[in-house]
């Protein structure tokens, strides 16, 4: 009972320990990176990704749940830009341009679906003994672009004309737009979040499974 008890609460304090870093990149900005365009490029899918990895896909998943409310509570209420916050908060309109229930979709479930994602994948390549740094590093690029395509894939869907709207363009250009994104901003977070996945998550997770042996 004693180890159970142990266990439970070393779980807890990870996961608290690796909120309070998702937290962190949220909402100050040490969690920014330069982008190009109104879409921010940030951190906060690195905490995501490790928690998946080293807590399971069901940690991963409350995780990215987080991640999803805290990034809504950003674009309601100091947005990055306010002329395309209608596309991730239903509290924001412009104009014709009204936020609704996909901009909650946009907003939480790409980041869910990376905790998910991301520890399945690792499960995956742990199973076919793929080697550690392959293992790792893939799921965490994985994880990473998950988001990076879910998030301006919906914002196309749902919301493409008047997003292009008010960003002054013609909805003819915003595949080229959404492009750039994921050139500039999602790949570097991509590669980023492989390299967290491999320097960070493995030594934690070792780690953790030592401390249960």
């Known amino acids: 009972m004693r180890a ?18 998702e937290a962190v990149v949220c909402f100050t900005p040490l969690g920014s990176l330069p982008a190009i365009g109104p879409v921010v490029a940030t951190l906060g899918m690195i905490p995501v990704i490790i928690t998946a ?3 399971g896909t069901g940690a991963g998943s409350l ?3 987080f991640a999803g409310l805290f990034s809504f509570l950003v674009w309601t209420f100091m947005p990055p830009n306010p002329l395309v916050a209608f596309a991730f908060t239903p509290a924001y309109s412009l104009g014709a341009s009204k936020g ?13 679906l990376v905790g998910a994602v991301t520890g399945l994948c ?7 003994k793929w080697k550690e740094p392959l293992s790792y590093g893939l799921s965490g690029v994985i994880g990473s672009l998950m988001n990076t ?7 196309y869907f749902f919301f493409g004309s008047n997003y292009a709207s008010a960003l002054g363009q013609n909805f003819g250009v915003l595949p080229a737009l959404i492009g750039s994104v994921v050139l500039t901003n999602g790949i570097p977070e991509a590669i980023l979040g492989g390299i967290a996945a491999y320097a960070v998550a493995c030594p934690l997770r070792k780690h953790v499974l030592h401390h249960f042996e």
């Open 4 to 21: 159970s008890i142990s266990g439970k609460t070393i779980r807890m304090a990870q996961f608290a320990m690796m909120l309070a870093i």
């Open 53 to 55: 990895i080293v807590m």
């Open 63 to 65: 995780m990215g749940a």
């Open 100 to 112: 609704n229930f996909w901009s909650l979709v946009i907003c939480f479930v790409p980041r869910i």
């Open 122 to 128: 690792f499960r995956l390549f742990t199973r076919l």
């Open 149 to 155: 395509l879910l998030v301006l894939g919906g914002i």
